[in-house]
């Protein structure tokens, strides 16, 4: 018998087609009336979508989100989020604009609705990551945990196939995390399961017919559950490596998820069995191992760290970085381990 504690997460979740159409009536009901719209540059088709749809309950809109959630950034708005008298905000994109959401949250206690439009999976997780003078520190807050959560299969459509393929393997990678976390559940495991089963299934077909909306459909459902996994159990060795080598060289932080995961679940794959059978459930395969490190080829994923930018001279840095401090681990870690882990990931050769 397995022993445990099950806590959800406090969040209204919207999911379908043309659900942005009703964000006015999710601000209502709230009983908020007036919201600040916030993106990353670049994304001012979806932002006019999303401010139609807000009408007059529009307060300002703040293009300025920024991967890693700078200060700066987050300074900067929160002088506009103060001058246009929003009670609230709503967030249309990935975790960047996600990200400044939530750091305007944090400063203000201005509840959230955040409509996604990659995997990443932040919409559902009450964490905050801010980078100040190039450190990133991350941290737990109920305040950032967005209210609302309006799954849109819409808005995902467009996103591009590389970025689709990048973004849904760090959601895979949350589920795969979450089937072996230390504080386990049975229902975050069956969310697991099937958020991965649902991305392995939606990518290779958003890969080759990037419109098919059944697949965004898919992919997007398997994003939500990878989410509420990451938000809901720890994660562990895989997490915490990308974090580090995000951090520390600057690498694009879906690329990089999805070049580590076939390494870090090879680590913990023999001290994980349960794990390992439900993963190769949700991939249909017989090896896990083998069978994400396939699916990251197929979907044509980046293989190595060199090819996303970090140096070959990084990875002693990296081993160091990442035995500080180590997350919880299934599998105890050790330098001569995370060296070869890191050697292989860097060089693009299969797990071992
Ligand atoms: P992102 O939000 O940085 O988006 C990447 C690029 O894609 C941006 O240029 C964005 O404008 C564009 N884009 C987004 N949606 C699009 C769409 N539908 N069509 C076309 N272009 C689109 O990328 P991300 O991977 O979603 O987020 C990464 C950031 O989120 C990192 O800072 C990471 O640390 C953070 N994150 C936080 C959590 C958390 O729980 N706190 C979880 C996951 C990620």
Same mark, same amino acid.
């Given at each position: 018998?397995?022993?445990?504690?099950?806590?959800?997460?406090?969040?209204?979740?919207?999911? *379908?087609?043309?659900? &942005? $159409?009703?964000?006015?009536?999710?601000?209502?009901?709230?009983?908020?009336?007036?919201?600040?719209?916030? /993106?990353?540059?670049?994304? &001012? &088709?979806?932002? $006019?979508?999303?401010?139609?749809?807000?009408?007059?309950?529009?307060? %300002?809109?703040?293009?300025?989100?920024?991967?890693?959630?700078?200060?700066?950034?987050?300074?900067?708005?929160?002088?506009?989020?103060?001058?246009?008298?929003?009670?609230?905000?709503?967030?249309?994109?990935?975790?960047?604009?996600?990200?400044?959401? #939530?750091?305007?949250?944090?400063? /203000?206690?201005?509840? !959230?609705?955040?409509?996604?439009?990659? @995997?990443?999976?932040?919409?559902?997780?009450?964490?905050? *990551? !801010? /980078?100040?003078?190039?450190? #990133?520190?991350?941290? #737990?807050? =109920?305040?950032? !945990?967005?209210?609302?959560?309006?799954?849109?299969?819409?808005?995902?459509? *467009?996103?591009?196939?590389?970025?689709?393929?990048?973004?849904?393997?760090? =959601?895979? =990678?949350?589920?795969?995390?979450?089937?072996?976390?230390?504080?386990?559940?049975?229902?975050?495991?069956?969310?697991?399961?099937? %958020?991965?089963?649902?991305?392995?299934?939606?990518?290779?077909?958003?890969?080759?017919?990037?419109?098919?909306?059944?697949?965004?459909? *898919?992919?997007? @459902?398997?994003?939500?559950?990878?989410?509420?996994?990451?938000?809901?159990?720890?994660?562990?060795?895989?997490? #915490?490596?990308?974090?580090?080598?995000?951090?520390?060289?600057?690498?694009?932080?879906?690329?990089?998820?999805?070049?580590?995961?076939?390494? =870090?679940?090879?680590?913990?794959?023999?001290?994980?069995?349960?794990?390992?059978?439900?993963?190769?459930?949700?991939?249909?395969?017989? $090896?896990?191992?083998?069978?994400?490190?396939?699916?990251?080829?197929?979907?044509?994923?980046?293989?190595?760290?060199?090819?996303?930018?970090?140096?070959?001279?990084?990875?002693?840095?990296?081993?160091?970085?990442?035995?500080?401090?180590? @997350? +919880?681990?299934?599998?105890?870690?050790?330098?001569?381990?995370?060296?070869?882990?890191?050697?292989?990931? +860097?060089?693009?050769?299969?797990?071992?």
């Amino acid at each position: 018998m397995h022993s445990f504690v099950y806590e959800s997460l406090p969040v209204r979740v919207v999911f *379908g087609s043309g659900t &942005a $159409d009703g964000v006015a009536e999710e601000v209502e009901r709230l009983g908020c009336r007036r919201a600040v719209l916030v /993106t990353t540059p670049g994304r &001012a &088709a979806m932002a $006019d979508r999303v401010a139609a749809s807000l009408g007059d309950r529009l307060a %300002g809109r703040l293009a300025c989100a920024r991967m890693h959630t700078p200060v700066e950034v987050t300074g900067r708005a929160l002088v506009e989020v103060a001058a246009s008298g929003a009670d609230c905000t709503v967030a249309v994109g990935g975790g960047s604009a996600i990200g400044l959401s #939530k750091a305007i949250a944090l400063e /203000t206690g201005l509840p !959230q609705i955040v409509l996604p439009t990659t @995997y990443a999976g932040s919409e559902m997780t009450p964490i905050v *990551g !801010q /980078t100040r003078d190039g450190v #990133k520190t991350t941290q #737990k807050a =109920a305040s950032v !945990q967005p209210r609302v959560v309006i799954y849109d299969v819409d808005l995902t459509v *467009g996103l591009p196939v590389p970025l689709s393929v990048v973004s849904g393997l760090n =959601a895979v =990678a949350h589920g795969v995390e979450a089937l072996y976390a230390r504080d386990a559940n049975p229902l975050v495991s069956i969310a697991a399961e099937d %958020g991965v089963r649902a991305l392995a299934a939606g990518l290779p077909e958003i890969a080759r017919r990037p419109s098919d909306r059944e697949a965004r459909a *898919g992919a997007l @459902y398997g994003a939500w559950l990878c989410g509420l996994c990451l938000g809901s159990v720890g994660m562990a060795l895989h997490h #915490k490596l990308c974090h580090v080598l995000g951090g520390t060289f600057d690498l694009p932080h879906a690329e990089t998820h999805a070049v580590v995961l076939p390494h =870090a679940f090879a680590w913990n794959a023999p001290a994980v069995p349960d794990a390992a059978k439900r993963l190769a459930r949700a991939l249909a395969v017989d $090896d896990p191992v083998r069978g994400l490190w396939e699916l990251c080829r197929r979907l044509g994923a980046p293989a190595s760290l060199e090819a996303i930018g970090m140096p070959r001279e990084g990875i002693a840095r990296a081993v160091e970085l990442a035995a500080r401090d180590p @997350y +919880w681990n299934p599998r105890p870690v050790n330098a001569e381990g995370i060296r070869d882990l890191l050697a292989r990931a +860097w060089a693009g050769e299969p797990p071992s």
